[in-house]
């Protein structure tokens, strides 16, 4: 049974960092299809970064483009996001999501791109960030 563990997250004043880290538990492909979505409250889920682990990121929202960094951990099927120069606007909650099984990249990222989430098979517990003077 695959399991999105997400870790990271937390606290920040604005232009500050953080990180979050998502690992796919049991999950059996040489490569996966994974990347983060955001929710503040009041307002829709959006999709931020697709990444496709073996090919790199594949999509950034323009939202968080220049300022978020994804990129494939030394630890198999695991994805880092580091986060700079965090607004307040982006205080939300971040949650990890997976595909099942090999995808094409365009497929991979449009599911996080056109915001396909209930295509999506695996999600992470969901991570609060919150920036704040």
């Known amino acids: 049974q695959v399991q999105l563990v997400e870790s990271g997250g937390g606290s920040v004043q604005p232009g500050g960092s953080l990180s979050l880290s998502c690992a796919a538990s049991g999950y059996t492909g040489s490569n996966i299809c994974m990347g983060w979505f955001r929710q503040a409250p009041g307002k829709e889920r959006e999709g931020l970064v697709a990444?496709?682990?073996?090919?790199?990121?594949?999509y950034y929202a323009e939202s968080v483009v220049g300022r978020f960094l994804a990129s494939q951990a030394t630890a198999k099927n695991t994805v880092s996001l580091v986060m700079n120069n965090l607004k307040p606007e982006d205080t939300a909650t971040y949650y990890c999501a997976a595909a099942r099984g090999p995808v094409e990249l365009l497929q991979c990222r449009n599911y996080f791109a056109q915001g396909a989430e209930t295509d999506l098979d695996y999600w992470g517990q969901g991570t609060q960030v919150t920036v704040s003077s």
């Open positions: 990444v496709y682990t073996g090919a790199g990121a594949l």
